[in-house]
């Protein structure tokens, strides 16, 4: 099964994670498929960047977010059910 979800990047306690599309089985450093975006919860306020289309476009091949990027990507304004409007 794909997932998109946090991968960890940064140094000790400055942690930065980037949105990837991942096969549910690679750990969470580990393979991913696509770099979709990143999120920074050290600035204030938190970042969020997700590519829009690259989002849209997974969710529509049957990707799952995790809870996590559920609520990031609808903090991005993206609906995670929209998937199915989406088309190729």
């Known amino acids: 099964m794909v997932k998109i979800r946090l991968r ?3 140094r000790t306690h400055k942690a930065i994670y980037r949105v990837v599309v991942a096969d549910s089985r690679s750990p969470r450093d580990g393979a991913f ?3 979709i975006g990143h999120y920074n919860p050290q600035t204030e306020p938190t970042t ?3 590519d829009r289309e690259q989002a849209l476009l997974w969710l529509s091949r049957g990707a ?3 809870e996590t990027v ?3 990507l ?3 304004g993206i609906s995670p059910t929209a998937a ?3 088309g190729e």
Do not use: E, H, M, Q
């Open 70 to 72: 559920s609520n990031l």
């Open 8 to 10: 960890r990047v940064g």
């Open 33 to 35: 498929i696509a770099v």
């Open 64 to 66: 799952k977010p995790t």
């Open 74 to 76: 609808t903090k991005a």
């Open 84 to 86: 199915s409007n989406a």
């Open 48 to 50: 969020v960047d997700i």
